[in-house]
């Protein structure tokens, strides 16, 4: 695609700018001043992508709108982010603290690589072997369904990552956080997932409207690995906490290499057999970094494995539920039918956590050890 050439170089002058952002972003992290780095990034966001990309679009620039965006949207971070947090703006060098943070950050940075690679190598495959008009259908559905996971998890790396380092030497505090987190993420994105299976046409059409029925397809199957790209951001934040980096680098070596392998095998079959493909690689990934944590709690699998199954019959139930009722109304209007759809499968879910809260203290556990803190 050499029309992209001049879009790269352009957007690659940000480099430098994002990365001197970096340190005020984290040092906020850490110190928890998370309403101080939202309202950064929303009002960033908002002048950058809901005002100046949107003019430009109307008036013709095209992709360079979302280019413009993006090169104001840096500056505008880096610029409030030097304001509010001024430490970012001091320099200096420390050998100790170098070397301390080479030693992390090396890991890091690989396993930070290797998860782009995984996130990127799908469609650099598809875009090779199926073509730039299929590359355009699947990032839309992979746009879609990227998205529960970038704000969620998002917070899992903001949030629990300085809890989990302040828990690093209490093996029994890691263990319940940990534990708690990843049935609360289960009983929501199994939720969710089932949603997005069931609404597909009906959310591709009020997003992108007529004309895109493939990418539907590819949503119901991508919902299905949702939970999963979601569930492994725990395990990655506990072994961060911990300093198990370079096991971490390997295992996301290990995931973008299954992606890319299964992505080539799965794109004899078109693009469903490539959603198929970053789908299974989602789940290995999933599990690889399940055993990893494993291996540093040594928790009970069984239970966890039970925990699993016991979502899924709650899931099982409140589906029955939703169709139980759905099939009681007949609107005409496909709008307002998709409507009370959805709230008639929010009623189901919420009628099942009533029914079963007393079975649900694990799940919930969570908000009750973060709001601890």
Request: glycine residues 10%.
């Amino acid at each position: 695609m050499p029309e992209l050439t001049e879009v790269l170089r352009t957007l690659a002058l940000m480099l430098p700018v994002i990365s001197y952002s970096v340190v005020g972003q984290s040092l906020l992290q850490r110190r928890f001043e998370f309403k101080k780095l939202s309202s950064v990034t929303f009002s960033s966001y908002l002048v950058a992508y809901g005002g100046v990309s949107v003019y430009m679009a109307l008036h013709g620039y095209g992709m360079w709108s979302l280019v413009a965006a993006f090169w104001i949207q840096s500056i505008i971070f880096l610029i409030l982010i030097l304001i509010l947090c001024r430490d970012a703006a001091k320099v200096g060098f420390s050998y100790p603290s170098a070397k301390g943070m080479l030693d992390f950050g090396v890991g890091y940075s690989m396993a930070r690589l290797c998860n782009y690679a995984a996130g990127q190598g799908d469609n650099l495959v598809v875009g090779k072997l199926l073509g730039a008009e299929s590359v355009g259908l699947y990032g839309r559905a992979y746009q879609i369904m990227s998205m529960p996971a970038i704000l969620f998890g998002s917070v899992v790396d903001k949030v629990f990552f300085p809890l989990m380092a302040k828990m690093q030497n209490n093996n029994e505090a890691l263990e319940r956080l940990y534990l708690s987190s990843i049935y609360f993420s289960l009983l929501i994105f199994v939720y969710l997932s089932g949603y997005i299976y069931i609404f597909s046409d009906q959310l591709i059409g009020a997003l992108f409207g007529d004309g895109w029925g493939e990418v539907a397809k590819l949503i119901e199957v991508m919902s299905i690995g949702l939970y999963f790209r979601i569930g492994y951001k725990f395990s990655d934040c506990l072994t961060m906490a911990v300093g198990k980096v370079y096991a971490r680098a390997g295992i996301q070596f290990l995931y973008a290499l299954s992606v890319v392998v299964l992505v080539v095998l799965g794109s004899g079959w078109g693009l469903i057999g490539a959603s198929i493909g970053v789908v299974v690689a989602i789940v290995l990934n999933y599990l690889m970094m399940m055993m990893l944590v494993w291996r540093i709690l040594n928790f009970n699998v069984g239970v966890v494995f039970l925990r699993h199954l016991k979502v899924l019959g709650l899931f099982s139930i409140s589906l029955l539920i939703f169709l139980f009722l759905n099939r009681l109304i007949d609107i005409k209007s496909p709008l307002l039918g998709f409507v009370v759809s959805s709230l008639i499968y929010a009623a189901s879910f919420g009628v099942v956590l009533v029914v079963f809260a007393r079975y649900l203290k694990d799940e919930f556990g969570v908000l009750k050890l973060v709001a601890k803190r």
